[in-house]
T-cell receptor, first 117, second 110 residues
């Protein structure tokens, strides 16, 4: 199957700093990637859809100025959490969808665990 | 909008069969997927149903009834390693992303 990587796998930062998370599709091109956030024992909540070469589409309630998304190439999307606060501590997961014929799968990166002190 | 319902927890013993149900409400329908997620890990794809019926992949099978807005994941010959959270996810139309259900935590006991 398609491989999606994320970096870093975990990060600890001080309140007020910014953190950048990278999401890469390793063996395929992804015109669209998705960013999710997952709090402990909860489901995945879609934050935004990242489109290569254009602005991201944010879900209702997600601050676009706080969660900056850049999809600069067909294999890389980045999520920057600006001025992070403890309530931003969460598991951030990116994914890319592969749609070909009857195949319709979504592949997830390994996730990035962010802890804001 | 879209909403999904799943049981929050299911417990079974090794070797048993367990069925995890998922009901959904969506303005359109373009497929139901199932994902497995172990603690601390990312979701991994298990199956996808676009049409009614049963899809079988090894010990796992997934069923869909579009008229009932219902699907289930069937896990057979349960193993300890199957202890995880299982999420159903629905896409309302081709252009949309999948919306995930609340997840079902499966505990497999020896």
């Amino acid at each position: 199957g398609a491989v999606v990587s994320q970096h870093p796998s975990w990060v600890i930062c001080k309140s007020g700093t910014s953190v950048k998370i990278e999401c890469r599709s390793l063996d395929f091109q992804a015109t669209t990637m998705f960013w999710y956030r997952q709090f402990p024992k909860q489901s995945l909540m879609l934050m935004a859809t990242s489109n290569e070469g254009s602005k991201a589409t944010y879900e209702q309630g997600v601050e676009k100025d706080k969660f900056l998304i850049n999809h600069a190439s067909l294999t890389l999307s980045t999520l920057t959490v600006t001025s992070a606060h403890p309530e931003d501590s969460s598991f951030y997961i990116c994914s890319a969808r592969v749609s070909s014929g009857s195949r319709n799968e979504q592949f997830f990166g390994p996730g990035t665990r962010l802890t804001v002190l | 909008g879209q909403s999904l319902e799943q049981p929050s927890e299911v417990t079974a013993v090794e070797g048993a069969i367990v069925q995890i149900n998922c009901t959904y409400q969506t303005s359109g329908f373009y497929g139901l997927s199932w994902y497995q997620q172990h603690d601390g890990g990312a979701p991994t794809f298990l199956s996808y149903n676009a049409l009614d019926g049963l899809e079988e992949t090894g010990r796992f099978s997934s069923f869909l009834s579009r008229s009932d807005s219902y699907g289930y994941l069937l896990l057979q010959e349960l193993q300890m390693k199957d202890s995880a959270s299982y999420f159903c996810a629905v896409r309302g139309n081709y252009g949309q992303n999948f919306v995930f259900g609340p997840g079902t935590r499966l505990s497999v006991l020896p």
